[in-house]
Structures are given as C-alpha cells and as structure tokens.
C-alpha cells in the first residue's frame, strides 16, 4: 500500500509565498509522473495545476505559470510546489498525486491553502 502525505499549506496574505511538500511512503513504485491539483470552494471538480515526469519535463495550468514552480526528488518520492505572489483565487485543498509506470494512481489527503487578507 502507498500513502502520500501533503504538508505546508496555511492561511497567507496575498501577495506572500508558500511551498507545499508531497512524500511517498509505503509500497515502493516507480514513478511515471508527479501532479499537483487543487479543488476550489464550491467546485466538484479538481484542476490540474503542475505536472513533473520522472525525466524532469514540467507543464503548468495557465492561471499559475510564472508564479508556481513544481519539483521533484524521485529518488525520495516526493514532490513539491513553490507557490509565489499567491492570489485569493488560488484558494483550495492542494492534493498531491503520483503515477506509477504501471499507471496506478496515488493521491494525498489534501492541504488548505487559504489566500486572504
């Protein structure tokens, strides 16, 4: 079984920074890619915002490229998202999610980020 656990979100004003961290743990997997979406208040559907494969290709949603930035350590199993100049509209639970080469799916619990003054 693979558990991934998501930290560092928080209540920040806008403008500030945050960097959330993702670590895997449990059954070892190889990584295909490493993602990171977000559900906002009120929405059923979670967003792709960041993208990172295991050979380092990234891809952003529009409404983040410039500000957030997605990493990896896959030797480690984890991921992160440094998130800049934030917005109230990045407001949402931030999930982590890994795929494996066999194209499992693992997903984190999820962290708030709350963007407000």
């Known amino acids: 079984q693979v558990q991934l656990v998501e930290s560092g979100g928080g209540l920040v004003q806008p403008g500030v920074s945050l960097r959330l961290s993702c670590a895997a743990s449990?059954?070892?997997?190889?990584?295909?890619?490493m993602n990171w979406y977000r559900q906002a208040p009120g929405k059923q559907r979670r967003e792709l915002v960041a993208t990172i494969t295991s050979g380092g290709v990234t891809n952003y949603a529009d409404s983040v490229k410039g500000r957030f930035t997605i990493s990896s350590d896959n030797a480690k199993k984890m991921v992160y998202l440094q998130m800049n100049r934030l917005k109230p509209e990045d407001t949402a639970v931030y999930y982590c999610?890994?795929?494996?080469?066999?194209?499992?799916?693992?997903w984190g619990q999820g962290t708030q980020v709350t963007v407000s003054s």
């Open positions: 999610k890994m795929r494996s080469l066999g194209r499992a799916d693992y």
């Open positions: 449990g059954r070892m997997f190889r990584i295909n890619d």
